[in-house]
């Protein structure tokens, strides 16, 4: 796999906004760039506080019209939580989330790991799923550790 800069990264992404006819402005740069070094998932209010460090003067609403951008272009994805909060990745590759419910990490699972529930719901169901990215929730694997080594 060929290594790319964050540079490089963003150049690309502004290069893919200026095909489709969106215009290459300082704040969809730095959203962008805030997306690509922070490398996994952050919510919307996480990218407006880093933007705003740089551009103080940015809008929140510029901030979410930008990810609505990005997401219709397939830049980025955004992945529902069972609480109704939403955070953003890059969709260069796709995958489901594993969310602990008390220390909030999020990790990543292959779409893979769902295949087996996939033809479990077309064979016994007839229906077929739609590769949405998904969060499920429970407790990762240091909060059920801690957990077990609670005398309560
Ligand atoms: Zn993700
Ligand atoms: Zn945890």
């Known amino acids: 796999m060929a290594k790319h800069s964050h540079e490089d990264q963003v ?28 490398h996994g998932h952050v919510s919307a209010d996480d990218i407006a506080t880093r933007v705003q460090k740089d551009f103080p003067s940015l809008d929140v609403s510029t901030v979410y019209r930008t990810l609505e951008t990005l997401r219709e272009l ?12 939403t955070v953003y990745h890059l969709s260069d590759h796709k995958h489901h989330h594993l969310c602990c419910e008390r220390c909030g990490a999020v990790q990543e699972l292959p779409i893979s790991a769902l295949k ?18 998904l969060g499920l929730f429970g407790l990762c694997a240091d909060c059920r550790r801690s957990t077990r080594g609670d005398s309560s």
């Open 11 to 38: 150049e690309q992404i502004m290069d893919r906004l200026a095909a489709s006819g969106k215009r290459r402005t300082m704040s969809r740069q730095a959203v962008i760039k805030v997306i690509v070094d922070y």
């Open 74 to 85: 397939g830049i980025v994805e955004r992945v529902w939580f069972a609480d109704g909060s």
């Open 116 to 133: 087996n529930l996939e033809r479990f719901l077309l064979d016994e169901y007839g229906f077929e799923t739609h590769q949405q990215p």
